[in-house]
């Protein structure tokens, strides 16, 4: 493996520069250029500077620029944080996030075309930081950036991953090839769908599931899509980590966590290096203001988009719980039908509501202005909230959500219960665990796929029953109380001595005392 630190610039201690014992450990994070993987980067390293790590966030470009524009001076107050960008030569093409295909399917990939071309910045980057004698302990990279573990290997610097959606949907991209031989990655018998009956339940730590319930992205693959192969080849360099973070926690999914560390263990490849490697929980990745743990930290201007400051002033005026909170996330696209049956059943509901409508996130024609004139009494439309101040608040009393991990994480983390309408990705899977599963949350069903090529759409009526049910009737006050338990596990597991806290301690000190090699 070439390792590109000349000999006389090697310390003995790979690529950590300074020898000076007082030095902070410095880490170099590396966010996928994805809001939901970006948001949780930024939390993590916020908590990583905390407990003494010096970081230098590196973003695209383009999302450099972003983040600047909404977040003002916010992100490193009385931090050791010093945001990066990347040299880009062209412009990062996930910023169309949302943009013109149906599901958001297309920003996905324009995600994964931005992603590959990050690597040649990031080694220029990196390459400047030692060449400057800024020693590096450890490369924190999100998990989707699998071309991340060679630079770090070329350098020979101890990687870090961050997986940023649940440990499920992490051991089901561990047990693809397994998947795809049975004839579920992609679904090779289409009546599989339709039978109700018919389970998967052959990966340890995944509870029985429904192939409907399979990420959409492992459902449609191609066998002859070079892309299985990239996920694939992917998910396996991530063994090749010294310690993956995930953004979920202990009581959430102990079983896919406990199976992720086993299957981690056998893996041939980190058995062969016969080097522990850790998966650890270490969420919600909030900030701890949002977990009832104190500080003044809003989490605000970690967006792509500029937050609408009416939000807080509006909900500030509504009664508790009685506001349902409607927002897709930053990549589902919806189609113009299903937003008029969106719009229709949310104004026949009569409930309060704080609808994010972000540019780009619906195809045709929608008349928007007509609709925001007509609802001006019951609601708010936005382009971009600040969610976790949206959720925090009193007023709100649910969440009709795409089921985005963050999302997710993000409403169990404050109590409020959810209204599943997942889009594409894993969300189908996070849905079905928020019902099923930790009952925190009812799903609305679409209807019309009769030739089953995805065009189902959620009927106004449907719409209009659940979200009146849960608004105000037994129903979602029994989610409203079961999401409150898992809140409050949640926070035992943040606050010091739980189990993220002390799985974030224990990767600190690996870091500080250059214990991941
Ligand atoms: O008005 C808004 C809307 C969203 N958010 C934030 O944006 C993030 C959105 O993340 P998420 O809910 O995970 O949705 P996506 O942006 O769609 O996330 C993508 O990435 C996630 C992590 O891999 C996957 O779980 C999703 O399926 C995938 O679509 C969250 O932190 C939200 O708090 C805001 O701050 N304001």
Not at 129 to 151: E, K
Request: aromatic share 6%; proline share 5%; charged share 25%.
């Amino acid at each position: 493996m070439e390792t590109i630190l000349r000999e006389e610039e090697d310390d003995g201690g790979g690529a950590r520069g300074a020898k000076d014992p007082s030095r902070k450990p410095h880490v170099v994070a590396l966010a996928y250029p994805m809001q939901g993987h970006i948001n949780p980067m930024i939390h993590l390293c916020k908590r990583l500077a905390s407990l003494g790590l010096s970081i230098s966030l590196v973003n695209t470009q383009t999302n450099h620029d972003r983040l600047a524009r909404s977040r003002g001076a916010a992100l490193e107050q009385g931090l050791d944080i010093a945001m990066l960008a990347l040299a880009d030569d062209e412009e990062d093409p996930s910023a169309h996030q949302g943009g013109a295909g149906a599901g958001g399917d297309d920003a996905l990939q324009r995600s994964l075309v931005a992603a590959d071309a990050m690597e040649r910045p990031f080694v220029a980057l990196l390459q400047g930081l030692l060449d400057r004698g800024r020693g590096v302990d450890c490369i924190l990279s999100d998990a989707f950036l699998g071309w991340s573990q060679d630079v770090a290997d070329r350098f020979g610097i101890p990687r870090a991953a961050l997986w940023a959606s649940s440990t499920e949907y992490c051991l089901l991209n561990f047990h693809l090839l397994e998947l795809r031989t049975r004839g579920y990655a992609p679904i090779r018998d289409a009546s599989v769908l339709d039978d109700d009956s018919h389970t998967i339940a052959f990966i340890d730590g995944v509870a029985p599931l429904h192939p409907k319930d399979l990420p959409s992205i492992l459902q449609r693959y191609s066998s002859h899509d070079p892309g299985f192969e990239k996920r694939y080849a992917r998910t396996r360099r991530l063994c090749d980590a010294y310690w993956i973070l995930g953004n979920t926690f202990q009581d959430l999914e102990p079983d896919a966590l406990d199976a992720i560390q086993q299957a981690i263990n056998d893996d041939p490849t980190s058995a062969a290096k016969k080097k522990r490697r850790n998966f650890s929980p270490v969420g919600p990745l909030l900030p701890s203001a949002f977990l009832g743990l104190g500080g003044d930290d809003l989490g605000s201007g970690n967006g792509l988009w500029i937050e609408d400051e009416r939000c807080v002033n509006w909900l500030d005026k509504q009664s508790p719980s009685s506001v349902l909170y409607v927002s897709f996330g930053s990549l589902a696209v919806m189609s113009s039908a299903e937003m008029l049956e969106l719009a229709a059943g949310i104004e026949s509901s009569r409930q309060p509501f704080l609808w994010v409508i972000r540019p780009g996130s619906h195809l045709g024609s929608f008349d928007l202005e007509g609709f925001v004139e007509r609802t001006r009494q019951l609601g708010l439309v936005v382009q971009w909230a600040p969610q976790l101040q949206v959720l925090f608040h009193p007023s709100v009393g649910g969440f009709l959500s795409h089921c985005g991990w963050n999302s997710t994480i993000e409403s169990i983390a404050m109590g409020v219960p959810i209204i599943g309408l997942p889009c594409i990705a894993e969300q189908n899977l996070n849905c079905k665990r928020a019902v099923k599963d930790w009952g925190v949350g009812c799903k609305l069903q679409r209807r019309g796929d009769d030739d089953g090529d995805g065009d189902a759409i959620v009927g106004r009526e449907e719409i209009e029953r659940v979200v009146t049910r849960f608004m105000t009737g037994e129903d979602g006050m029994e989610l409203r109380i079961r999401a409150r338990e898992l809140r409050e596990a949640a926070r035992r597991c943040v606050m010091e001595g739980g189990s993220s806290h002390k799985n974030l301690e224990a990767f600190v000190e690996a870091v500080r005392i250059n214990g991941l090699r």
